[in-house]
T-cell receptor, first 114, second 110 residues
Framework: NAGVMQNPRHLVRRRGQEARLRCSPMKGHSHVYWYRQLPEEGLKFMVYLQKENIIDESGMPKERFSAEFPKEGPSILRIQQVVRGDSAAYFC????????????FGQGTRLTVV | GIQVEQSPPDLILQEGANSTLRCNFS?????LQWFHQNPWGQLINLFYIPSGTKQNGRLSATTVATERYSLLYISSSQTTDSGVYFC????????????FGPGTRLSVLP
């Protein structure tokens, strides 16, 4: 059973471009969580999704950020018109039930905006 | 919102030394976990410990929920223990998201 897979591991975007970050949960996991880690800081919750539903997006910036977890395929975190302040590591976690304490984290995608 | 503090922010140890990391939180929680982020950025779940004491090899953790703190003990430290240690809590009746502390950066020197 492979772990939570995130790709790409590293992503470089120019200001104004779009960034798409993918997260494939562990087999049998239908709950996905996204966190952002700014340089030298702890992780901050962004959004919690279940298949085809956004359960909690209280940590998502109001503009330019969106997330989805379709019935088939990985969860996608999309950042439109990236700015330098979006440079961070983005972690995804998945769990089989609605319990974050049962979640496993992926290795993260490191986004650099130049 | 809930405040999670960790101390010390940085710690340098000689290999073989012991250490204690602390996590304080400002509100009642129903879950608490300790994570280790290694130098390659990977997050590893160390302990799920909302209360009581647990041990796993050279690591152990204690949470006193009524006093709103948790301690992580590392004994006979090794260079592979280097990295950042995060404490993360889930607030009572506040959904399914972790609030992470700022971390303790540990460097173990050979």
């Amino acid at each position: 059973n492979a772990g939570v897979m995130q790709n790409p591991r590293h992503l470089v975007r120019r200001r104004g471009q779009e960034a798409r970050l993918r997260c494939s949960p562990m087999k049998g996991h239908s709950h996905v969580y996204w966190y952002r880690q700014l340089p030298e800081e702890g992780l901050k919750f962004m959004v919690y999704l279940q298949k085809e539903n956004i359960i909690d997006e209280s940590g998502m910036p109001k503009e330019r950020f969106s997330a989805e977890f379709p019935k088939e395929g990985p969860s996608i975190l999309r950042i439109q018109q990236v700015v330098r302040g979006d440079s961070a590591a983005y972690f995804c976690a998945s769990s089989p039930l609605a319990l974050i304490t049962e979640a496993f984290f992926g290795q993260g995608t490191r986004l650099t905006v130049v | 919102g809930i405040q999670v503090e960790q101390s010390p922010p940085d710690l340098i140890l000689q290999e073989g030394a012991n250490s204690t990391l602390r996590c304080n939180f400002s509100d009642s929680v129903n879950n608490l976990q300790w994570f280790h982020q290694n130098p390659w950025g990977q997050l590893i779940n160390l302990f799920y410990i909302p209360s009581g004491t647990k041990q796993n090899g050279r690591l152990s953790a204690t949470t006193v929920a009524t006093e709103r703190y948790s301690l992580l003990y590392i004994s006979s430290s090794q260079t592979t223990d280097s990295g950042v240690y995060f404490c993360a809590v889930v607030r009572d009746n506040y959904g399914q998201n972790f609030v992470f502390g700022p971390g303790t950066r540990l460097s173990v020197l050979p």
